[in-house]
């Protein structure tokens, strides 16, 4: 009887050791994301330059910015990015991934210079990109190919396709190395049945590596979408928004308004909008897993 309740205690002993365990982490996202969203929200309804007195204003801030012209465009413009980034980024991150997953040791080489972009600064990466697209003294205009000197960042189109571009180089190597887990969880007997069946490659990645990297598609997904909500520095660094407004994606309106405005609450205002857009579409995409998701996992364990 003693070691049957002896038994039991030590099954229970590990249910009641990880809250305490996860408290620390809950402590952390309290005191850095809950408390601030909270400070934002409030200060979205007042009125404060960033030195004076904030005085309470209700609803103007945001009256403001919903009444604003620029706002629906900031918000195609940051969807835009959002959708054309994630559609370069996605095939190149799944091929990269399933290719870094393979045994051979010069993969393993490639992986690590493959992630070197994630490892440089943002505002470096810009600064960088800046001075090879000047269609002046670019890379361009030393190579003498006509080309490469284009006014890459003085045309709406092309300097939407500058930021895409930039942004893929920089982010592609993160989501390829999740992709590159996920292939290698999956069972070699697979392949290995496919093999026996006469499948190519080509019919094993399409019937077996992308199905069951679903639920990694679905991560990454996430990341990516959620991600390019936050573009600010990059952007800032090398369009400033511009030309025009063909750039301004919504982090950098409220980062104008905020603080070369000086219009807080307005800027506030934005920040909350970004927090709701981020977390409607995080919840969408988490929905489009399923359930099938939980029972994978379940299935798992």
Do not use: C
Not at 17 to 33: E, K, R, Y
């Amino acid at each position: 009887m003693s070691g049957a309740l002896t038994g039991r205690t030590r099954h229970r002993e590990p249910r009641g050791v990880l809250p305490w365990l996860a408290a620390p982490a809950l402590l952390f996202f309290v005191g850095f994301a809950v408390v601030p969203l909270i400070g934002v929200f409030a200060l979205s309804f007042t009125t404060w330059d960033g030195i004076g007195a904030i005085r309470l204003t209700g609803t103007t801030s945001w009256r403001e910015v919903l009444t604003d012209p620029g706002l629906p465009h900031a918000l195609w413009v940051t969807f835009l990015v959002m959708v054309v980034s994630w559609l370069v980024q996605t095939p190149l991150s799944i091929l990269l991934g399933t290719f870094l997953a393979g045994r051979q040791r010069y993969r393993a080489v490639l992986g690590v210079v493959y992630f070197v972009p994630l490892m440089l600064s943002s505002a470096a990466i810009a600064i960088a990109y800046k001075a090879l697209l000047d269609p002046n003294f670019g890379l361009g205009a030393g190579l003498d190919i006509g080309a490469l000197s284009q006014d890459w960042l003085g045309r709406p189109w092309l300097a939407f396709g500058v930021v895409v571009f930039v942004v893929s180089w920089q982010f592609v190597p993160f989501h390829s190395l999740i992709y590159q887990g996920g292939v290698q969880q999956i069972p070699k007997s697979l392949y290995e049945a496919a093999q026996l069946d006469g499948a190519g490659r080509i019919r094993q990645f399409f019937g077996i590596t992308l199905p069951q990297l679903k639920y990694t598609i679905i991560t990454s997904s996430t990341l990516m979408v959620v991600g390019s909500l936050t573009f600010f520095d990059l952007i800032f660094v090398l369009t400033e928004g511009g030309p025009g407004d063909a750039t301004r994606v919504l982090a950098l309106d409220m980062y104008k308004r905020g603080f070369q405005a000086g219009l807080m609450g307005p800027a506030s205002a934005i920040a909350v909008i970004l927090v709701l857009v981020g977390l409607a579409l995080a919840l969408l995409l988490r929905r489009l897993g399923g359930r099938d998701a939980g029972a994978s996992q379940l299935e798992g364990a």
